[in-house]
């Protein structure tokens, strides 16, 4: 059914394929996992060395609110590829043990929808959208059954260890143990596709989605040694490890001739664990939760033929944004027979503000809490716990912080947001995939390891 539809949109936004027509964009996103929104140079850290992501954003633009969909990280992917928020698409959970959860054979991603037109598509690095039981199991959806041609990928960490790990499958076929670290194996995999086995007069989309800063980490002593000294020189290193795997595809894309036509976006899925040494330089909160220490982001796009050199912008835009952005750009419609949260952020890019159907709205799925739950409207923003019976009320604007919580003070205000939280939290748990978590939305995880 899904290849149907990538069939019928070719035809209807295209027709076939022309040799006059101007080359099309390829799409490059590269994901770091834990990376808090102030672990680099680029958002203000004083000490860690990121001179590739400094350089992207010196050539493109740079997020100051840019939002992961969740708190933690496999909703937070999951949005990124479909478009909609976790519960709606099902991955509303970090999915390891043995959970049944997955990303869906029926929701419909970028990568297959661009494959309809003539792209090539391929997945390094982390995957994370099936649990252990199901991961390279043929009877649950892998990342060919989403749209990639070619994939290089682990469940979640790469194991025993992000160096030398030998847990990475290779469309379907176990790779083995492979020497060095996480980042550097991620993109030289990357490379590898785009120079020896993706054809050049096709159009692509390369999806980079590194381990590192996440635990275990395992540091290349080049990196670490930069820090000489320092408590966290370990995971700073690790920051800067990252960094210079991003440079790799940076160089990579220049080499091919194709980076002044590549939309470029970085970011991470959810914000830093401090007891590694992550920082979210100073937002409050951080993984695990929907203060803005746990979902602002680092988020810097580079498209050199769309979007103008050393851009700053304050517009809100979060990964979910990006599958109807590259829809936009193809001419793809959005899918008609779902509902779509993200928007085209392209605008944002030039500091024009986004029109939102659907709230910014952030649900994280680890325990009772009293930051479970979060729903954003312009500079306003109320965050709520686990049963959605005590709220905080916060000018995100003004106090970017959440220092001061207004929700006796401005009673009003209170009650309008949560008006517009309940209603989308009911529009999503009906349309949620209730026989996976029915019953378990509103409990805590009993035993539950927070290693992921």
């Not at 598509?121 to 060919?144: A, R």
């Not at 910014?360 to 325990?367: D, I, N, Q």
Request: charged letters at 20%; glycine letters at 8%.
């Amino acid at each position: 059914m899904k290849r149907i539809l990538s069939s019928i949109i070719s035809l209807v936004a295209f027709g076939p394929l022309q040799a006059e027509e101007p080359a099309r964009p390829n799409f490059v996103i590269f994901v770091a996992d834990d990376m808090g929104w102030g672990d680099s140079a680029t958002y203000g850290h004083p000490l860690i060395k990121t001179p590739n992501l400094d350089k992207l954003a010196s050539q493109g633009v740079k997020f100051t609110q840019c939002y992961s969909a969740c708190g933690v990280c496999s909703p937070s992917r999951s949005a990124i590829l479909t478009g909609r928020m976790p519960y709606r698409n099902g991955v509303w959970r970090h999915l390891s043990g043995n959970h049944p959860a997955h990303l869906r054979d029926s929701e419909i991603t970028y990568p297959e929808l661009l494959k309809g037109i003539g792209y090539e598509t391929c997945h390094v690095g982390k995957w994370h959208l099936n649990s252990k039981p199901q991961f390279n199991v043929p009877e649950f959806p892998q990342p060919g059954d989403h749209g990639y041609d070619y994939w290089m990928y682990s469940q979640n960490n790469a194991i025993p260890s992000h160096k030398n790990p030998n847990n990475f499958v290779r469309n379907g076929e176990p790779v083995g143990e492979m020497k060095g670290y996480s980042a550097q194996i991620v993109a030289s995999e990357a490379i590898h596709w785009l120079e020896e086995i993706h054809d050049p007069k096709k159009p692509f989309a390369l999806s980079v989605w590194v381990h590192e800063p996440h635990s275990p980490i395992a540091t290349d002593p080049r990196f670490s040694e930069l820090y000489p000294g320092h408590k966290n020189s370990k995971y700073m290193g690790n920051i800067t490890q990252l960094d210079t795997a991003l440079g790799q595809v940076m160089e990579a894309l220049d080499k091919a001739g194709v980076a002044d036509n590549t939309l470029l976006f970085f970011t991470s899925d959810n914000g830093p664990v401090p007891g590694f040494g992550g920082s979210s330089g100073g937002l409050r909160g951080n993984k695990r939760s929907s203060h803005e220490g746990g979902i602002r982001v680092p988020g810097v796009a580079r498209w050199p033929a769309r979007i103008k050199a050393g851009t700053v912008s304050d517009v809100p835009v979060i990964g979910t944004d990006l599958f109807s952005t590259i829809l936009s750009v193809v001419d793809i419609p959005l899918p008609a027979d779902r509902t779509i949260d993200g928007v085209n952020m392209l605008p944002a890019t030039a500091g024009e503000p986004l029109t939102r159907k659907v709230p910014l709205f952030w649900r994280t799925h680890v325990s009772q809490a009293d930051n479970r739950s979060a729903l954003r409207i312009g500079d306003w923003k109320i965050v709520s716990n686990d049963e959605m019976n005590k709220f905080m009320l916060f000018n995100i604007q003004k106090d970017w912080k959440e220092e001061n919580d207004l929700a006796t003070s401005m009673p009003e205000k209170l009650e309008e947001m949560k008006k517009e939280l309940f209603k989308v939290w009911k529009e999503i748990e009906t349309e949620g995939p209730k026989e996976w978590w029915l019953g378990e939305r509103n409990k805590p995880m009993k035993g539950a390891k927070l290693n992921y």
